[in-house]
């Protein structure tokens, strides 16, 4: 673990710490939970630039570069890269942290597609940014 930690102005969007029960038979760190934090944290993004209720519609360049292992400090940094007319595209870069470490590295990296829906589950326009997230 050699690489700076990205200094995104906003933080991440999600950190938490990996524990055992999230490991896989081998011990470490099972990819799909991974996934799932990498899901809510671009999830609360772009239901912050939708103005409400999204959904998970595609993932794409999902790359799993390292490891993760128990008691590792998660953090998922998160980036609009795309609006469309009801959907929204966020990179999600997961960066890691060992024990008193002050070095970070980068786990996995992906970009998460989200649908802005409606009460009734539809596609609905993402509206103007009118606030930054
Ligand atoms: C207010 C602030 C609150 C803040 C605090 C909130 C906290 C909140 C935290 C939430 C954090 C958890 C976030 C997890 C969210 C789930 O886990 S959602 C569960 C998993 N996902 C699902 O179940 C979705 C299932 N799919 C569907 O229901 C339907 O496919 C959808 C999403 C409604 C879309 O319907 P559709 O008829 O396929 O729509 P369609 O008109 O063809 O396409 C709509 C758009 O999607 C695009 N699209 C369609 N398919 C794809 C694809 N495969 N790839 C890429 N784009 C695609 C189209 O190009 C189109 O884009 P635009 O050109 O309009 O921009």
Known sequence: MSEQEPDFSHGPALRTIAMPADTNPN????????????????????????????????????????????GDEVSCYCAVIRVGRTSLSIKVDTWIRRGLARTAAKVTEGVFTYVAIGEDRRPRPVPPDVLSV
């Open 27 to 70: 011990g470490d760190i099972f990819g799909g939970w991974l996934l799932s934090q990498m899901d809510v944290a671009g999830g609360m993004v772009a239901a912050r630039r939708a103005g409400g209720r999204v959904a998970t519609v595609g993932i794409e360049a999902m790359k799993f570069h390292q490891p993760v292992l128990i």
